[in-house]
């Protein structure tokens, strides 16, 4: 037989409390209890608990943490919308933010690409790239390289009547002001185009327009006029200069 203790019983007052003040838990917290023990997507998946975003080799996607992973991540929009957008990225700053980036792409690859847009559809409106801007330059693009033949943007076009590069201006509002398709500026050559049909096309109340200190344009080559030429200033000839022009009493042959 034990001793029988007089005196009085000592409770832990914390415990006590604890037993006092908890709550029955709910089976959705319970199943959310043993995901989290668990620590897998499968587990979740079992119990019907929604999951954290994985990438495709599986690991979570930790927002504000590098990711890596060894396999291509997909984000696939499935809405029958026409402003769908799978990924958006926004930066809120409206300071000065040179540096800030919606979306940066970034590669180390000898051969590889920053950021690459496919426009699977075909008709004449899709974009590849479409880039927007309410002032200053809707697509930027710069070649930081100081040696080698470096492009800012390029421009490559597959179809027998297409534009590599394609530039369109518009007048404002009131329909005042200089407005340019292309503007090349540089401290040698501002624009250089080189085809097999046409290396620079343009079309407008001035086609071409050039300004140089030197040259306003160089040609290489045989140049064309179909209509009228028109020479302002001084016409220096160095040289003997072969002209074909249309006779001047027989224009129409």
């Known amino acids: 037989m034990h001793a029988r203790q007089d005196g009085p019983i000592h409770v832990d007052q914390g415990q006590d409390e604890d037993r006092a003040t908890a709550r029955p838990r ?12 668990a620590g897998g997507a499968l587990a979740a998946r079992a119990l019907g608990v929604t999951e954290p975003v994985e990438a495709a080799n599986g690991s979570t996607v930790r927002v504000g943490q590098t990711n890596s992973g060894t396999a291509t991540t997909t984000i696939r929009n499935t809405a029958a919308s026409s402003s769908a957008v799978a990924l958006k990225g926004v930066v809120t700053r409206t300071g000065s933010g040179s540096g800030t980036a919606g979306v940066l792409g970034q590669s180390a690859a000898q ?10 559809r075909t008709g004449s409106d899709t974009r590849g790239v479409y880039g927007r801007s309410v ?7 710069r070649a930081t390289g100081t040696s080698g033949v470096n492009y800012g943007v390029y421009g490559e076009s597959m179809a027998s009547v297409g534009r590599g590069v394609y530039g369109a201006g518009y007048y404002g509002a009131q329909g005042v ?3 340019y398709g292309v503007w090349g500026d540089s401290g040698h050559i501002g624009v250089v185009g080189m085809g097999d049909n046409y290396g620079v096309y343009g079309n407008g109340d001035v086609g071409v327009l050039g300004v140089g200190d030197t ?6 080559g045989d140049v064309r006029v179909i209509d009228n030429l028109t020479v302002g200033d001084n016409l220096t000839v160095s040289g003997t200069k072969m002209f074909l022009i249309d006779h001047p009493l027989d224009p129409a042959n």
């Open 26 to 37: 709910t089976r959705r917290q319970l199943l959310s209890a043993a995901v989290a023990a």
């Open 111 to 120: 051969d590889g690409r920053g950021v690459v847009g496919y426009a699977t």
């Open 135 to 141: 002032n200053g330059r809707g697509v930027h693009g």
């Open 177 to 179: 002001g200089s407005t």
């Open 215 to 220: 040259w306003a344009g160089s040609f290489d």
